[in-house]
């Protein structure tokens, strides 16, 4: 793949067609991410027992909260570089993608000590009922082996985005893809690993991606790559994370609050498990379209506020939330309306398609609203508001859904009152995150200049 094909120019030309075709590869990246955990759900939904699928499924809502703060911690590297970049700083680029990809083995070593270590106890934290909680453990165990990758295809698939490359990234995950869904049923069917066999597929593609992405890098002439020239700078590392931990935990909240919701989801039983998960899916499938967005906007905020073009922020902003709207909406709504087909794609038990569409009704149908949030969110993040945004997200959401377990739902223990927190809290964080455009003086000057 030609380098002078797939960088893409973010400071001239038109918005519109690059907005559009830098967004679609990240979207269907992340889609392709879930796919893998949505695949383990598909095969041992078909192939292997009801346990098995809420086993695997009891795990969604940590391996969510864990792809959520490697991509969040990635996004820090991304605006460093894309700030070298808008500012035409490109000596500065290989010493920070140095540090970045160091930094991501690091962090990746840690969490995957840390993810052995309380594996047990969080899964004892959310109730984790008995009859699945040994599997539910191993899948668990197993899959964080393969958390160092992840970190690595994050921050490396960041550099190539900061440096208008949103398409290898996005070929790294198709091939990963269909080398998980291949080793899933491999595993499954010829050798019956259950549970196991699904998490080792999912750490070979994860590697897989890595490596790939890796090699671009090497390729690449802007960042000269090589991991046994790399050097650590703690200075470029502080600053890659004081963008990083805030977009990580502005993610990472929404897992947490989850997690609630998860604990409160495993006291209805194996079949609510069931239908929840496979529910999931659908949401995260959606929101990572909206999340896609985001992420564009960040970047196309971060390059052009470098290079002083603020009247292109605010066109950046505006159109980045209606194609988000409108690319969120049409998927949304078919799924909607076709819930029971989409969900007997995972599973054939009638009360589990009858809990999944539940779920679908209650959360899945509002979700367009968060585009509100999330693209004003990106933009600031792109400004060098990273605080403001994650802080908004933690009260909103996080803060907020936790209330409504402990005091609504706690006097009405029903699914449906249960699952009415997530467009609450939507719409709570979409106040407060938009507060920040009005309560912020600097911000609010770059968008009027």
């Known amino acids: 793949m030609n380098l002078k094909t797939t960088d893409m120019d973010m400071l001239h030309g038109s918005l519109t067609g690059k907005l559009l075709l830098f967004t679609l590869p990240i979207a269907l990246s992340s889609i392709v991410q879930q796919l893998f955990n949505a695949a383990d759900i598909a095969v041992v939904g078909y192939f292997g027992k009801e346990s098995a699928l809420a086993a695997v499924g009891t795990n969604t809502e940590i391996i969510a909260l864990i792809v959520t703060v490697s991509s969040g911690l990635s996004v820090g590297a991304n605006i460093l570089i894309a700030n070298h970049i808008g500012r035409n700083e490109t000596k500065e680029t290989p010493a920070t993608v140095q540090t970045a990809i160091l930094l991501a083995v690091l962090a990746g070593m840690i969490g995957l000590l840390l ?5 047990a106890p969080l899964l004892r934290l959310i109730q984790t009922p008995e009859g699945i909680f040994e599997a539910a453990e191993l899948y668990l165990r197993i899959y964080m082996m393969g958390y160092p990758f992840l ?12 440096h208008g490359d949103s398409r290898y990234p996005f070929l790294a995950l198709i091939i990963s893809g269909i080398a998980n869904v291949a080793l899933n049923l491999f595993f499954v069917i010829v050798f019956h690993m259950g549970v196991a066999g699904v998490a080792i597929a999912t750490d070979i593609s994860t590697m897989l991606s890595a490596l790939m992405v890796l090699h671009r890098l090497v390729k690449d002439p802007m960042f000269h790559f090589t991991f046994h020239e790399s050097k650590f700078s703690l200075r470029i590392a502080c600053e890659v994370l004081k963008t990083g931990i805030p977009s990580a935990v502005q993610g990472a909240v929404f897992c947490f609050a989850n997690i609630f919701v998860q604990t409160s989801v495993n006291g ?26 985001g992420q564009t906007a960040t970047t196309f905020t971060s390059q052009n506020y470098a290079a002083g073009q603020y009247r292109r922020c605010t066109r950046i902003l505006w159109l980045c939330l209606g ?31 009858e809990s999944a569409s539940v779920r679908i009704l209650c959360i899945l149908l509002f979700e367009p609203i968060c585009n509100f949030y999330e693209i004003p969110a990106g ?55 938009n507060i920040g455009f009005l309560i912020n003086d600097r911000t609010r000057f770059q968008f009027t200049v």
């Open 115 to 119: 993810g052995q270590i309380i594996a």
């Open 323 to 353: 194609f988000s709207t409108v690319c969120s909406s049409v998927p949304i709504f078919t799924i909607v309306l076709f819930r029971n087909f989409f969900s007997g794609l995972f599973t054939t038990e009638a009360a589990v398609i």
């Open 379 to 433: 933009v600031l993040r792109g400004l060098g508001h990273a605080l403001y945004p994650a802080g908004s997200t933690m009260i909103g959401t996080c803060a907020f859904r936790i209330i409504w377990i402990y005091t609504v739902f706690r006097f009405n223990p029903t699914l449906p009152m249960l699952y009415h927190a997530f467009p609450l809290s939507w719409a709570a964080t979409i106040l407060l995150v």
């Open 268 to 293: 209805f039983g194996e079949i609510a498990i069931a239908g929840s998960t496979i529910a999931m899916n659908f949401e995260y499938f959606t929101y990572y379209i909206i999340t896609a967005f």
């Open 151 to 162: 970190l690595l295809y994050d921050f490396g698939a960041s550099a190539l985005r900061a």
